[in-house]
């Protein structure tokens, strides 16, 4: 069973660039990286299949819905299966590291009890976050303020949300983008390894290629909004490479 | 269209206006201030001069003071924290921004919800505290009670709006990571749009608090309790020496308020974080101790409530909209909006005239060479700031019952009350928007005496700065002529508080509603004028 997919799916905005006739299918489970120049149509992509970007042609489904057809309570639910970790800007800093974590369940509670959270979080609430944030090895940043944190640190509370939001479908966009080579080789093994715990599926952005490497099952190339090859990491050479990076 | 040689064109129109205003305002209101209110007023203020340097500093004088103090701080904390509160809910429902989902198109029956809910903040915030206190006196009876009630519909309105446009300015960006997690609109509002917002919030909240403060010590003119009802009583009854303890008291408090306002305003830029959850405590434990002053008039008032002649009511309560709109009520109608709107524009014109010259006389851009010069330079500026700390210390309702000693409570001692107030405030404005001007921009137009300087080189520097100034004061003097109408000067306040005295209902509700077009429309038209300068002026 697909966790998404995309049939002939076309955006176009004023500008020029966005995506054109893009197929598309990822089974669950599967760890996927879109790789490709900037401009090449990967975070359109992405907001696509995050119901943020609605498609001029073509039909998507994530999870069996349509992300923009669906509204009201059946777009809540289906925001509440996809996780999306953008580049930056994840945190609200008016609230602490607790708050940013734990706001991972608000898709699962009543808005009562999102208001208590808010006001006066459970112990449980606060054991969660804590747990979560153990797993990105920030146990003890719990009541920091997101401006405490170093850009690398803020990706990583975005993480523990993610884990205690636990989607079925995690998306990520760039998300190692502006940290040091070895930071973001850290995070993005952070990133599988916990999707691959959960037992979900993952469509992350690229720009770097060194990122690369066995742990993904997938590398999709896109090229001025289209798919140029679709295979797996071993497949990938210099040639395929050369494809899309080329000027 | 302008030649090259005829004038440039003066903002007349706003003159004319006044003008007429004025005149109709004292033809119809039969005046009051002709000379005859000056007949006697030395002989009626001699006893009160002569006991602002005798106060009554016995222990039962002090006493009352006080507890009269402690009292106000209460009603303006109450007041405060429940308008917050009501504000705060409204301006969930008055921000486009919580009530509309981005990227999808706005639905119309939430357009619809949202600019009614700012209507009805609109209609809250133009009408004063002091009208509200006189509403909610008909349910309650006066008391500190009424005060704070009063003061919490009018800041409902206020805060409401500053928030709602606070929550409507947080960037899209800063609110993205809760609306992806699946959360309902108003998950979203509380766990992205308000802490983004949370700052300034609290900033003018506080702001708001020191408001309160001057407020709450005069409300109880019209019933509110605190400082402001004895004041009245012993000015009725010819006891100075008490009303220049308690104005001693209330100097005290506006002065507190204004350091504390200002210590948190500084503070406030890096202040630092409050520990977890140590805010919603603080908050609690200050209106906790705050409600001590205020239970026994809780139970007072609920006395009075339980008492209310319901049956009387429910069936008055059709007159409200049981109002002839015939020629003469609206003449009427229009004769009394023109007395608050003339005292405010006239006041300001005064005020703002009489710092000018302040500025001239006294000049603050340059120290004159010579120890004598100097040293009179020096004497003359220490006495200007204090004469205008004192005028702005003490509110214009205070003012009005001083010069009421001797001018009888009237549109004279309104006027007379306005301006001193206002030249309070604008002199510090006028002083600190010529300490801006750097030395450098005025090199060039030295022409040897200060005087001739600050014609040439400050005035032109400064002036649109103060043409702002004046303009938000006459705005802020137009809700103080409405209030001290209230008290008894005349004009839409008098006639609003007769109407509601005598249970007029469907007159008040007219009153109140041209109360509220009148402030809206002077407040569009003044943002109109600024903005249509400022694109003048680049």
């Known amino acids: 069973?697909?966790?998404?997919?995309?049939?002939?799916?076309?955006?176009?905005?004023?500008?020029?660039?966005?995506?054109?006739?893009?197929?598309?299918?990822?089974?669950?489970?599967?760890?996927?990286?879109?790789?490709?120049?900037?401009?090449?149509?990967?975070?359109?992509?992405?907001?696509?299949?995050?119901?943020?970007?609605?498609?001029?042609?073509?039909?998507?489904?994530?999870?069996?819905?349509?992300?923009?057809?669906?509204?009201?309570?059946?777009?809540?639910?289906?925001?509440?299966?996809?996780?999306?970790?953008?580049?930056?800007?994840?945190?609200?800093?008016?609230?602490?590291?607790?708050h940013n974590v734990i706001m991972g369940r608000l898709g699962h509670w009543s808005t009562v009890r999102s208001l208590l959270a808010r006001v006066w979080p459970r112990r449980a609430e606060i054991a969660l976050a804590h747990d979560a944030l153990q797993r990105v090895e920030l146990g003890s940043r719990l009541w920091d303020w997101p401006t405490q944190l170093s850009g690398g640190e803020q990706q990583r509370v975005a993480l523990a949300r993610l884990v205690v939001q636990a989607p079925k479908l995690w998306l990520a966009d760039e998300p190692a983008a502006g940290l040091d080579p070895r930071l973001r080789?850290?995070?993005?093994?952070?990133?599988?390894?916990?999707v691959r715990e959960h037992d979900a599926t993952l469509v992350v952005t690229l720009h770097d290629v060194e990122l690369l490497d066995e742990h993904f099952d997938r590398i999709v190339g896109l090229r001025a909004g289209q798919v140029t090859f679709d295979s797996s990491p071993a497949e990938v050479d210099d040639a395929r490479l050369a494809e899309i990076y080329a000027a | 269209m302008s030649t090259p040689t005829s004038r440039p064109r003066l903002p007349w129109v706003t003159g004319v206006v006044v003008l007429v205003a004025t005149a109709l305002a004292w033809l119809g209101s039969g005046a009051g201030l002709g000379p005859a209110r000056l007949d006697g007023a030395w002989a009626r203020a001699r006893p009160l001069i002569a006991a602002l340097s005798s106060p009554d500093l016995s222990t039962e004088a002090l006493t009352q003071g006080l507890e009269l103090?402690?009292?106000?701080?209460?009603?303006?904390?109450?007041?405060t924290a429940l308008g917050a509160a009501a504000g705060f809910v409204l301006a969930l429902g008055a921000s486009h921004r919580i009530a509309h989902v981005p990227g999808r198109p706005p639905r119309r029956w939430r357009h619809a919800r949202v600019e009614l809910v700012r209507l009805i903040l609109d209609g809250l915030r133009a009408v004063p505290d002091f009208a509200w206190a006189l509403v909610v006196l008909v349910f309650i009876g006066?008391?500190?009670?009424?005060?704070?009630?009063?003061?919490?519909?009018?800041?409902?309105?206020?805060?409401?709006?500053?928030?709602?446009?606070l929550l409507d300015s947080t960037p899209l960006r800063r609110t993205r990571a809760v609306e992806l997690t699946g959360s309902s609109r108003l998950t979203v509002a509380l766990w992205g749009h308000v802490p983004a917002a949370a700052g300034p919030m609290l900033s003018y909240t506080l702001l708001r608090l020191e408001c309160s403060m001057r407020n709450a010590s005069v409300i109880g003119i019209v019933g509110g309790g605190g400082l402001g009802a004895a004041l009245f009583e012993e000015l009725g009854f010819g006891r100075y020496d008490r009303v220049t303890t308690l104005l001693l008291f209330l100097l005290g408090l506006t002065a507190l308020s204004d350091l504390v306002s200002k210590h948190i305003a500084k503070a406030s830029p890096t202040r630092p974080r409050p520990q977890r959850f140590r805010m919603p405590m603080l908050i609690g434990s200050g209106l906790l101790l705050t409600a001590l002053p205020l239970a026994s008039a809780t139970q007072t008032a609920w006395d009075e409530l339980l008492r209310l002649d319901t049956a009387f009511l429910r069936a008055t309560a059709g007159n409200a909209s049981s109002v002839s709109l015939d020629l003469a009520t609206l003449?009427?109608?229009?004769?009394?909006?023109?007395?608050?709107?003339?005292?405010?524009?006239?006041?300001?014109?005064?005020?703002?005239?009489?710092?000018?010259?302040?500025?001239?006389?006294?000049?603050?851009?340059?120290?004159?060479?010579?120890?004598?010069?100097?040293?009179?330079?020096?004497?003359?500026?220490?006495?200007?700031?204090?004469?205008?700390?004192?005028?702005?210390?003490?509110?214009?309702?205070?003012?009005?019952?001083?010069?009421?000693?001797a001018l009888h409570v009237g549109p004279l001692a309104a006027i007379a009350a306005i301006t001193v107030h206002s030249f309070g405030l604008l002199s510090r404005l006028f002083v600190e928007a010529v300490h801006t001007v750097p030395a450098a921009r005025l090199e060039p137009r030295r022409l040897g005496t200060p005087r001739a300087d600050f014609v040439w080189g400050v005035a032109p520097e400064i002036a649109p700065t103060l043409r702002t100034h004046v303009s938000l004061q006459a705005e802020s003097n137009l809700r103080a002529g409405l209030i001290v109408?209230?008290?008894?000067?005349?004009?839409?306040?008098?006639?609003?508080?007769?109407?509601?005295?005598?249970?007029?209902?469907?007159?008040?509700?007219?009153?109140?509603?041209?109360?509220?077009?009148?402030?809206?429309?002077?407040?569009?038209?003044?943002?109109?004028?600024s903005d249509a300068r400022s694109c003048a002026r680049p």
């Open chain 2, 485 to 529: 109408g209230i008290v008894g000067a005349g004009g839409l306040g008098d006639a609003f508080h007769s109407s509601v005295t005598y249970w007029r209902l469907g007159e008040a509700t007219l009153q109140a509603l041209a109360m509220i077009v009148l402030t809206i429309a002077v407040d569009r038209l003044a943002r109109r004028w």
């Open chain 1, 185 to 194: 080789r850290e995070l993005l093994t952070m990133l599988i390894a916990l």
């Open chain 2, 331 to 405: 003449t009427a109608l229009a004769r009394d909006a023109a007395v608050p709107l003339s005292t405010a524009y006239l006041a300001t014109g005064i005020a703002a005239l009489t710092s000018l010259f302040g500025l001239w006389l006294v000049p603050r851009h340059v120290s004159p060479r010579g120890a004598l010069p100097r040293a009179l330079n020096t004497s003359a500026r220490v006495a200007t700031d204090a004469a205008a700390l004192l005028a702005r210390a003490i509110p214009d309702v205070v003012w009005l019952l001083l010069f009421g000693v």
């Open chain 1, 1 to 98: 069973m697909s966790a998404c997919s995309l049939d002939a799916v076309s955006v176009s905005f004023a500008e020029g660039r966005g995506l054109h006739d893009v197929r598309l299918e990822i089974p669950r489970g599967q760890v996927v990286a879109l790789i490709g120049a900037s401009g090449s149509g990967k975070t359109t992509l992405l907001r696509v299949l995050a119901g943020l970007q609605e498609p001029t042609r073509g039909e998507v489904e994530v999870l069996g819905d349509d992300p923009m057809a669906s509204s009201g309570a059946a777009r809540r639910r289906l925001r509440r299966d996809v996780g999306l970790m953008m580049q930056r800007d994840n945190l609200v800093e008016g609230l602490r590291v607790f």
């Open chain 2, 142 to 165: 006066a008391g500190p009670v009424t005060g704070a009630l009063a003061i919490a519909i009018s800041v409902t309105g206020l805060l409401g709006k500053i928030y709602s446009q």
């Open chain 2, 69 to 79: 103090t402690i009292q106000t701080v209460a009603v303006a904390t109450w007041g």
